[in-house]
């Protein structure tokens, strides 16, 4: 089953995100506006919806995938870290000239 981790430069933008903007939570985007970006979002801002998979937690935040997604990256293993550049539009990250980014592999069978 798919596992979330994350680098030690992601550890540490989601420690100044949490220090401006208190407890938050990650949803892997579906690629519709932000391409394939693991959105950062307030926990108390963002719905998760009923069939979002809970995949495991990165620096305390749970990570959350839709079950579409999560049904075709099942069998993979993310690592979130972060390079230069704009955040997702609501993402915390936008505005930080860093944004998070989803690294894959595919689990050992």
Known sequence: ??????????LQLIEEIVADHGPVLFHQSGGCCDGS???CYPQDDFKVASRDVKIGEIGGA??????????TWKHTDLTIDVVP???GMFSLDNGRE???LTRSDL???
């Open 62 to 71: 749970p990570f959350y995938i839709s079950a579409s997604q999560y049904e």
């Open 107 to 109: 689990c050992a069978t």
């Open 98 to 100: 860093k944004r998070f």
């Open 1 to 10: 089953m798919s596992t979330v981790t994350a680098t030690p430069a992601a």
């Open 85 to 87: 550049g704009r955040g």
């Open 37 to 39: 970006s693991p959105m």
